[in-house]
DNA sequence: GTAAAACTTTACACGGTGTCAAGTTGGGGT
DNA sequence: ACCCCAACTTGACACCGTGTAAAGTTTTAC
């Protein structure tokens, strides 16, 4: 039996996700996730050492249910750059409109905890390889516009695929998701596929 | 005289304008406003009627002080589409790199205060309204581009110049803030002219 | 000169995080 | 069958920052 103890420490991560989810991110303590995961609060503390580890963890989790490296495959194995970068903002922003809500918390506590800064960081340095990679495959194909430095239009990518820009997207206008992924597809490629 | 509460009032500004700009608007709490304005945590709270109320007062003491609205008359005033999106660009990007510490004070209570989520919205929208104003000299002149349609030409200049994006770019990116401007410039000529 | 406004001082309530220490429960090994 | 240990509970508490309350003092305006 793997062990009562990791046992309740999925029930934790799955309480987390699941409020956090329900309530967008938003006034989720720590003991309304003890609550519903029928633990006492201070169980939470016994599995991870702050709100900010456990909210971590919980990317982790989603990330690990959601299979997010399988999702990424047919990006890194696109024929070209083109449909690469393509391929790679789908399967990004499809992830994102997944974990928006427990990242939304996490990035809620970057200006006052520097754990979260730190592991947040982390997780965007993950994103920036993904685009460097997608803008890498572009120059090799001789695809890659003029108009930005390699580093600019990494930079660039990186920026227009924050989490932020999806946010601000999808929920101040209101945009859908499907939206979302056509219109940023449409961008990149004007910005940074080199136009005949 | 213009009465003694209002040069206090004036002092409490300047005291958060500048230990929020000393401090990169991090950790500045009421008490540290209230000593660096020499006056008691109280009377601040006589002068505003909570944090969010403060913080939001001092982005317009910033904008009457470095007179905001003179600096978008050339925008206003351009000859062409093309160049009043320049030209609102510039002027909007050089505000940010002054209010950027204070809207970060701002942005950050956004989760946890409403009156602060409020504010910050009601200036968002002005800010959107400028890229509206942009977007429909463009069109006028006939050089919107046919790549979007007018509200997602709006939506998105509206994202691209959000302060995150901003902050993204000029801090974790570590552009320069002329590299911010050419290159924002840029990107949205590629985006929103119509290419011959 | 006086009344009202501005400001100070001290104290406290609240909400949320994180810690501490002592008690309880239940499963595994011998 | 026993005991032990790890997992967990319970209840109390410190801390931090925001905001409030009330009573006292100084300053301003007229």
Redesign the interface.
């Known amino acids: 039996m793997s062990s009562k103890s990791e046992e309740t420490r999925i029930r934790i991560l799955q309480a987390a996700w699941k409020l956090l989810e329900a309530n967008r991110?938003?006034?989720v303590r720590m003991s309304d996730i003890a609550k519903q995961a029928e633990v006492s609060r201070q169980a939470v503390y016994l599995h991870f050492s702050n709100r900010s580890d456990l909210l971590t963890a919980t990317t982790l989790y989603i990330d690990k249910i959601k299979d997010i490296d399988a999702r990424l495959a047919p990006s890194r194995n696109a024929e070209n750059g083109i449909l690469r970068l393509e391929l790679f903002i789908d399967a990004w922003g499809r992830y994102i409109s997944e974990i928006y809500p427990v990242a939304?918390a996490l990035l809620?506590m970057q200006?006052?905890d520097e754990d979260a800064a730190a592991a947040w960081s982390g997780r965007?340095q993950a994103l920036r390889h993904g685009c460097e990679a997608a803008i890498k495959a572009l120059q090799k194909d001789g695809h890659l516009s003029s108009?930005?430095s390699h580093k600019?239009a990494v930079?660039?990518l990186?920026?227009i695929l924050?989490i932020?820009?999806w946010e601000?997207?999808t929920q101040?206008?209101e945009?859908s998701l499907k939206k979302y992924l056509s219109?940023t597809k449409?961008?990149a490629h004007?910005?940074f596929v080199k136009?005949k």
Do not use: P, V, Y
Request: one cysteine or more.
């Open positions: 991110g938003d006034g939304k809620a200006d006052t965007m108009l930005f600019e930079d660039m990186w920026t924050s932020r820009n601000h997207l101040d206008c945009w219109k449409l961008l004007q910005l136009q």
